[in-house]
């Protein structure tokens, strides 16, 4: 029985701790590492992107000059 109870104590133990780390983690702001900067830099560039290209349509509602199928 004392060795269940020192499971399951360590159990708890362990599942507090992750529970700590998840939250600071949460709080931090930027990404610390190098793959995470070049990830989120990645997202922005295509978000930019994606923005960019919803402006030229509704300016050119059939898209950029040779850009679909040609009619000859």
């Given amino acids: 029985m004392g060795a ?3 499971l399951v104590a360590g159990i708890g133990g362990m599942s ?3 529970a700590v780390v998840l ?3 949460g709080r931090r702001g930027a990404t610390e ?3 995470g900067l070049l990830v989120e830099q990645a ?3 295509r978000a930019q992107q994606m923005r ?3 402006r030229d349509f509704r300016a050119h ?3 950029r000059p040779g850009s679909g ?3 000859h």
């Fill in 23 to 25: 939250i600071r983690r």
């Fill in 43 to 45: 997202a922005r560039l």
């Fill in 61 to 63: 509602p059939h898209g």
């Fill in 52 to 54: 960019s290209e919803g």
């Fill in 16 to 18: 507090a701790w992750c």
């Fill in 4 to 6: 269940f109870v020192a």
């Fill in 69 to 71: 199928p040609r009619r």
């Fill in 33 to 35: 590492n190098a793959d």
